[in-house]
């Protein structure tokens, strides 16, 4: 009869923990929820292309497969998150609190994954032992009960340091970077599975839950296909959870081949001890553990048939990757790719290529590194030196120490095989010892082997560096998100040291656990305040990083949003100095001075734009308005041809040239104009706007009269269309 693969007493403790969690995490990013689309996120979210796809499973199913259409249509490497954009679109339009919700949610998700990760692996390192012993030696379950309700306690604490630290603010805060947070989910759920997997096999092939009277007994194969579906959706979330195949052998060969080995100890040395059982039972018991210590090394092969086909599916990857950029046949499109690729190396006056990136990141991971423990500093935008050559200082000294953590995971290693080691050689003499002795060994067999937690401790915080701390060069240096999933390495070494010394410094560590947790809920309020507004965010910026030419941009780019004209020109006129070469910069600055009324100086910045990328549409649209205020009507419709004529689709300069068109009284062409405007882009009312003032121009009422009642359809409260209702309304006798 088929049975329900999953523990029910055990999901409603889970289950009471999320609800916990979920809570916590709402409190401590209360500041942020209102806030609104950040930095990419206008560009993720906001997207026409994104809000016009045609549904959220169309885009789901057509995404996670193949990437067909680059018009925003389909996502590839990125599907699921790009899913959850649009359902939240479609949910909740402009309204942010509904995302920021649901990365709230993904978060407290991680959290409790983390504490069923840290679970498992306390359960091969450890736990495991005392079941297998209490069961060899008929003792009573207390032992193992508390030792058991230690992991979950000592588990608990490691999501909690999770959910509440202060780097992963920015994978939270930050709306389009549920990227990172949807993928760590589905990460470390594939790893959590898998260990369940193994850990149900062992049990099944040892007989141990029969042992301990268990009638419930779950299938592995429930959860290793869970782990190949959670696998396939990590893989669908970002390029970065390529590395997961890389993460689940060091887990196979830290956590469980050292737990199988800790198991078949355990028993061996119960053997000792025959004061509640038969010796008949625990021969008995040996066999059964036995043959699964036989069968185990027999599934050998199995286990890494396993293993590979996890590194068969992340070749997803790479596939989507290649087959995303035209042309589409395979053999064009490898070699276009590579060509792509070898672009870098081929330009040595790139400051920007592998070798740099690849130098700069020894600096990055050890931020990164700095942040975990200390975390200040935080911004949307570092200001991060390019090394462009290795020095000793600091490039050296970061290479150093990347080393010396790679060395403490290695020598971490050696410890829990050199008890391994002694401890082999006591066992050949057990039976001369005396029953407390053979008590005492145990306890040292459970100590050692915890000493693995410190290589999984760096393999967890370098593993999922891999892709984006490499030799894959990035524009931005530095993000913090990127460190989001290497914040479980941090998490597995608190954990190491609070079991370490728990019994000799319980108050101690109670004291500091609950000081910890209430400085990174602090950070994290903080952090969070920050993110509650564009002001806050790039003023924050801007602050901790003054000379660098995108903050200063930015910042001064939402001052005069905010209508803080004065401080937001001041800001953008020394980003232009910082990077004069820079259109963007140069259409910002102008569009400023455009608000302030200051026609010349805005002219002038346009001009400048146009002369640095006269292939760009937006250049000379700008400079077309600039011209028009300035009253130059014949230089204005050049400058607006100019902008079609660079991107026939670009309906600002359509929208323009309208404008221009009916100040020349060129109707008939203004007409055209403005309707190709709306045709484009059927959403913005300046259009209607402009098209109602050409019919209230000609005095063709019944036609503006049209159009008005389309325009209030899409802004039913803008005040230009109400005020030309009325004189349409007064003129129609209506």
Not at 25 to 40: M, S
Not at 290 to 317: C, H, I, P, T
Not at 320 to 342: D, G, H, N, R, Y
């Amino acid at each position: 009869m088929w049975q329900w693969p999953f523990d029910l007493a055990q999901g409603k403790r889970y289950l009471l923990v999320l609800s916990g969690f979920f809570l916590l995490a709402l409190l401590v990013y209360a500041p942020a929820l209102n806030g609104p689309f950040q930095f990419d996120d206008k560009r993720v979210v906001l997207d026409p292309q994104v809000r016009e796809r045609r549904d959220f499973w169309g885009t789901l199913a057509s995404s996670l497969c193949c990437e067909k259409e680059r018009d925003g249509g389909a996502m590839g490497t990125r599907a699921i998150p790009a899913a959850t954009v649009l359902a939240n679109w479609k949910l909740s339009g402009m309204e942010t609190t509904g995302y920021h919700v649901f990365n709230v949610t993904i978060h407290a998700l991680v959290a409790i994954l983390v504490v069923m990760l840290v679970e498992e692996m306390l359960w091969w390192l450890g736990t495991q032992v005392q079941e297998v012993q209490k069961v060899q030696e008929g003792k009573s379950s207390t032992s193992h009960k508390l030792q058991a309700k230690s992991s979950f306690w000592f588990s608990l604490v490691g999501g909690l340091v999770f959910l509440l630290h202060p780097l992963a603010s920015q994978a939270v805060a930050y709306i389009s970077q549920r990227y990172v947070s949807l993928t760590a989910l589905f990460y470390i759920l594939t790893v959590v599975l898998y260990l369940k997997a193994r850990r149900l096999e062992f049990l099944k092939r040892s007989d141990l839950a029969l042992l301990q009277g268990q009638t419930f007994i779950k299938k592995p194969f429930w959860f290793y296909l869970g782990a190949f579906v959670a696998a396939f959706l990590a893989l669908s979330s970002k390029e970065s959870a390529v590395t997961l195949p890389v993460m689940l052998v060091l887990t196979e060969v830290l956590v469980v081949r050292s737990g199988l080995k800790g198991v078949g100890e355990a028993l061996r040395l119960s053997g000792g001890s025959r004061t509640a059982r038969s010796a008949q039972d625990d021969d008995a018991d040996l066999k059964s553990v036995s043959a699964s210590s036989s069968g185990e090394r027999r599934g050998d092969w199995q286990v890494w048939l396993v293993l590979g086909m996890f590194f068969l599916l992340a070749l997803k990857v790479p596939w989507q990757i290649v087959t995303s950029a035209p042309p589409k046949t395979v053999e064009t499109a490898v070699t276009s790719f590579l060509a792509s690729q070898a672009v870098v190396l081929e330009k040595p006056d790139v400051r920007l290529n592998r070798w740099t990136y690849f130098l700069t990141q020894f600096n990055v991971i050890k931020t990164y590194l700095r942040m975990s423990f200390l975390p200040y500093g935080q911004s949307i935008d570092h200001d991060y030196p390019l090394e462009t050559e290795f020095r000793v200082w600091p490039t050296g000294m970061s290479l150093l120490l990347l080393l010396a953590i790679v060395g403490v995971g290695i020598y971490g290693w050696h410890l829990s095989k050199r008890g391994e080691a002694k401890q082999k050689l006591q066992i050949t003499n057990y039976k001369l010892q005396i029953n407390s002795k053979i008590q005492n060994l145990k306890l040292k067999h459970d100590d050692r082997r915890t000493w693995l937690l410190v290589p999984l401790a760096v393999g967890w915080f370098l593993v999922p560096l891999l892709v984006e701390s490499s030799v894959i060069p990035i524009r931005d240096l530095i993000y913090e998100h990127r460190a989001y999933m290497s914040l479980v390495g941090f998490v597995i070494l608190v954990i190491f040291l609070i079991y370490k010394f728990y019994d000799r410094y319980r108050e101690v560590i109670i004291v500091g656990l609950v000081a910890l947790l209430l400085i990174y809920s602090g950070l994290t309020v903080a952090r969070a305040n920050v993110w509650a507004s564009e002001v806050n965010l790039w003023g924050d910026a801007w602050r901790k990083a003054p000379e660098k030419d995108r903050t200063n941009k930015n910042y001064g780019f939402v001052l005069t949003e905010a209508g803080r004209l004065p401080e937001g020109i001041e800001r953008l006129e020394r980003a232009v100095e910082l990077n004069p070469t820079d259109q963007d910069y140069r259409i910002t600055l102008g569009a400023a001075y455009l608000r302030a009324q200051d026609w010349e100086k805005a002219k002038a910045q346009f001009e400048k734009a146009v002369e640095l990328a006269p292939e760009k549409a937006d250049g000379w649209n700008n400079l077309g308005v600039a011209m028009f205020q300035l009253k130059d009507y014949e230089g204005s419709l050049v400058a607006f041809e100019e902008s079609i004529k660079q991107d026939e689709n670009f309906y600002m300069a359509w929208l323009g040239l309208g404008g221009v068109q009916t100040m020349r009284g060129e109707i008939d062409e203004a007409e055209a104009a403005l309707n190709r405007a709306i045709e484009l882009a059927p959403g913005d009312v300046r259009s209607y706007g402009n098209l109602i003032s050409v019919y209230v121009r000609t005095e063709q009422w019944e036609r503006a009269w049209e159009v008005i009642q389309v325009a209030e359809k899409i802004a039913p409260n803008d005040r230009d269309i109400q005020l030309k209702k009325e004189v349409v309304r007064q003129k129609l006798g209506k």
